[in-house]
């Protein structure tokens, strides 16, 4: 019903309003106050003040709730670009993708970061001019520089900002706004040079804390490979609780943006977990060429002040109708209050003023625990996902596709089959506009200090079949699955531990490595007497067939751990 | 022209059809669990053929109802028939306690051997037929007889023991429902009670067949819905068909007269939920064209509902199903209700929102959707509007939510954000001021199930698209669909000025199953839409 209305519809639409208002379309948003988030402190809303209690709200003048005091969360943007790209698998094919790239963050995302920014840093403007193929242009991947899988070199690319910001001369001119007018106005031929043909397997990483507001922009730049498909491209935020049709990407359901136009999602951050992001026009076509992402929620517990008893602290989560969980009225809700009071508190490492919500990498929390339960020094987002080289083939070119013959060939972590899954720093490939671009920059080689603990958040987004991710030599427990902490209503933890994991495509889990042997470590998750020797261990799918590149009988699904 | 245009265009306009259909019945076609009562239950194994939505009749085998059933549930779905062959086999509806009889007459081709029906997760008695290898069986032309008693409440499936591979590829599979003999006290109390007076208010009926799932006070329900879901490779069908066809009349048990049909390699083209591919599933249950598919699935809910989904996966793959929106709660697996170790009034089961089904493996679940947490008013409310209904008050209860005036057309609202307002720039009759601005409706393409503005219900709709219903003036957007908001065109299933509900896609997420031969969109995906107070939800047809 959709490919009907991809034609029909725009030009139904084009006959009934001849009144074209603007010619340019694309624009990104992020405010820096808003009505949740006020900016009481004048700070732009560009840090996450710690979590002390509820937000405090107030009846305001407009008839509605508006926070006075105590303001949790902070504001997040980022912009990506819809279209295409190439990537390359582990046998060294290139392979052509309907796929997302970065329009904001493009230094944290070249860094194997998220891409999710403060309006402090997304909010400026590039000094410079960007050129195609940008940041790994300008880092000279290819040519001895960054980004290369023989050459990685820690990216030092300058700019974080949104991608065609510029100030808003026309506003200006009339009187509407004040230079430098920073409102959402962009230069169009920046995020054409930047965004075509310049597509990430895995999509750009989506990362926000608990009472955050979201402005997430897509810019539909259209396929240059594909310039007879008038592809419209929309967000579908996967596991958002109580989503609003409106904004949940389902082009049948909703809207969705064409080429030459900017869409901005807005979130309130939901519960944390580990959720994930994709393309919702033609399912089965466009995540199968790869528009898919990861993308998680931090829990409040991270911005408990050092000391915090974690139990009191979830406690304080109770005040607050939206984020207190009470199972006896809720059936919906995954970590009401502990059964146990383990009398944990927050260490150090865990909130900083400065460094928290940024997207650099520090210890945390998988979910609200109350018990420090789900402690991790490092995380990794790990996404498994397959390609399937014919479909690809035929994706690039004119021909019917075939669904019923789908059959993966390319087996991927983070968008990467082994050996490409060790190689640090971004992998870039050569696009068809002659450049190199970061197509991978995700690596996925798990590094955990000696007895410290990892988190992976797990998401498959393959569209054929299930799969399974097996851990030889640490063993895997699982503390979550499809974005919510494993208890009961009764508040007992349901964690298990296990060597492998499977999931099928849309399915998530949180996985804990813990390097530390101590029979008591559930009382001190972030101290450990006998770490796990020092070495590499693995990561791997016993679906052996699944050990492969294509025809190399060799690779696929499979990534080291290595344990400092 | 080259291949991929010939195949567009046909694809097309075969896509036109179907939305035509869909068109003419979407509009009062909801789901429920309907289904026969017992406990006597006499049904046949034949073949026919089942409809799907690219035009093909693939011949299959079913059971069906060898004769008038005792009665048909929920007794507020009327037109209700029970044909002598239905994929999925008649749904078994009985009450916990009973004592079940099922009688099957084996009236499928005789080349097509013995058959049977295994009960897993009950004590079966088998009486009569002949004996295979799971269990009794009927012959062709017999008959066998099971009995067992419905021993706890919850979903299972039912479906042949003999040769299945072949046999319940070929349909013959089905769902047994065993509602629980007594109903927890505050399942038909409190805000159950709330919910079923706000049904009676709009003058909906109450299509649950039980209040609860188990015998348990966390299972209550107000809404409920069936899921089947199976694949189907259309080369087995035929191969079963040209089979039959060249054995004709043969008698049972002569030499030549048996089926050698391969089931590998396997290479399923239809993705069945109740038997149907979208969209024809979003049509009526009990509809005449499909005769042979009575179930549809099509499930519609009021904010706040706890709605019950029984699922039950058949055929040989598993589905990792998406139901957007929400989570679900696990309640029971075969009809084993999951319960905290430590304290068996507390349930235990995950919430997923990808719940996965496996060959023969039921669940239930309970899903609700409430906007708790969206942080705007998806009424639109606007406190400056002259629409009474635009300023409606949001009381909460211990819980945050307007469930006091069972009338209001907010009932369940979520009190937080009451009033407040989404959208940075005027959008109507809506209340500016929000935090985020809409593309410019130019540049993007509707969907036939958007409402026709971001907001809940056929009242927040109007308003918002300048076209309010009341005589009131409008406070801002003098003129209907003049105010620069969205255009509202081409939402042909989920009408702006009388339905306007929030659409929710739930699939499989192993995403070619949502085609339907190889056309998308097809197969295993349903529209579940979220309906305001204001729409009444008939699931009846």
Known sequence: MKKLFRVGLPLLLFCLAPLVVSAQSFRVQCPTSTITHPDLNKTGNSSEPAYTGPTTLSPGTNGFLTPTANVNGAIKCQQIGGGDGMSTMGDGTQIYMFSFGPLSGLADIADGLAGTEFPNVFNTVYPGTFVPGDPATTLGAGAGGAGTAQNPVPIAFPYNGAVGLAPDVDAIANGNCVAPCLDGHVDPRAIIDVGVMNGNIPAPLLAMDEDDEVFFTLTNVGMIMRPDLFEQHTVHFHGYPNASSFYDGVPDASVAINIGGSFTYYYLAPDAGTYFWHCHITPPEHLQMGMVGQLYVRPRQDRVPTGGDLYTYLGYQQNDLRTKCDSNADILCSNPLPAVNTGVTNPAAVYNAATSGTNGPRPGYGYNDGDGSTYYDVEYPIQIHGFDPSFHFVGMTFNPEQFNDMKDKYFLLNGRSYPDTVTPGPLATQATDGKMHFSQPLPSIISIPAGGRALLRISDLDVTEYQTLASLGIPMTVIGFNAKLLRDQAGNNLYYTTNSITLGGGESLDVILDTCTDPDRASHPTTCTAPLATGTYYLYTPNLDHLSNDAENFGGLMTEVHIN | ?????????????????????????????????????????????????????????????????????????????????????????????????????????????????????????????????????????????????????????????????????????????????????????????????????????????????????????????????????????????????????????????????????????????????????????????????????????????????????????????????????????????????????????????????????????????????????????????????????????????????????????????????????????????????????????????????????????????????????????????????????????????????????FAFMWHSHNEREITTNNIFPGGMLMMMLVDSREFVINESN
């Open chain 2, 1 to 501: 022209m080259n291949a991929m245009n010939t195949k567009m265009i046909t694809s097309k306009s075969r896509l036109l059809v179907l939305l035509v259909l869909a068109l003419l019945l979407t509009a009062t076609a909801h789901a429920a669990a309907p289904g026969i009562t017992g406990p006597s239950f006499n049904l046949t194994a034949q073949a026919s053929s089942i409809s799907q939505p690219d035009g093909a009749a693939v011949y299959s085998w079913g059971y069906g109802c060898n004769g008038a059933p005792a009665g048909f549930a929920p007794a507020a779905i009327t037109n209700t028939f029970c044909n002598s062959m239905q994929v999925p086999g008649p749904t078994l509806i009985v009450t916990e306690g009973q004592a079940v009889t099922v009688t099957l007459t084996n009236n499928l081709p005789a080349a097509a051997g013995n058959t049977s029906i295994l009960f897993p997760g009950f004590n079966v008695t088998a009486t009569g037929g002949v004996p295979g290898l799971m269990t009794q069986e009927a012959v062709p032309g017999g008959t066998v007889t099971y009995t067992f008693t419905a021993s706890s409440p919850g979903t299972r499936a039912y479906y042949s023991g003999t040769q299945g591979d072949l046999q319940v590829e070929m349909g013959l599979y089905g769902a047994i429902v065993v509602l629980p003999s007594s109903v927890p006290a505050n399942c038909t109390g409190g805000l159950h009670a709330a919910n079923l007076a706000a049904e009676q208010h709009w003058g909906e009926a109450d299509f649950r067949l039980a209040p609860a799932a188990y015998d348990h006070a966390s299972t209550c329900y107000d809404r409920e819905y069936l899921f089947q879901f199976a694949e189907m490779d259309p080369k087995i069908h035929a191969a079963a068909l040209a089979q039959v066809t060249a054995a004709g009349n043969c008698t049972a048990g002569a030499p030549g007269c048996s089926l050698n049909v391969p089931t590998e390699p396997y290479q399923p083209a239809y993705f069945l939920i109740n038997g149907r591919s979208m969209p024809d599933n979003m049509d009526p249950n009990y509809a005449l064209e499909y005769p042979h598919q009575p179930y549809n699935g099509n499930p519609h809910m009021h904010p706040g509902e706890l709605t019950l989904i029984r699922v039950i996966g058949t055929g040989r793959w598993q589905h990792p199903f998406h139901e957007h929106g929400n989570h679900v709660r696990i309640l029971a697996r075969d009809g084993n209700l999951i319960l905290s170790q430590t304290d068996p009034t507390k349930l235990g089961g995950r919430l997923e929102f990808t719940t996965d089904t496996t060959p023969g493996q039921a669940f239930d679940g309970i899903y609700y959707w409430s906007g708790k947490g969206l942080n705007w008013d998806p009424y639109g409310h606007h406190p400056g509007s002259n629409d009474p209904s635009a300023t409606l008050p949001c009381t909460p209860d211990a819980n945050g939510y307007n469930t006091g005036a069972p009338t209001a057309i907010n009932f369940w609202e979520w009190c937080q954000d009451h009033n407040k307002p989404v959208q940075v720039a005027p959008f109507g009759d809506v209340a500016s001021g929000g935090p985020a601005t809409l593309p410019d409706p130019n540049i993007f393409a509707n969907g036939p199930w958007y409402g026709g503005s971001p907001y809940l219900g056929p009242d927040a709709t109007l308003r918002a698209t300048g076209c309010m219903s009341s005589s009131a003036l409008q406070t801002n957007a003098p003129n209907c669909g003049a105010s620069g908001s969205t255009p509202p065109s081409g939402t042909i299933a989920n009408s702006p000025s009388s339905e306007a509900g």
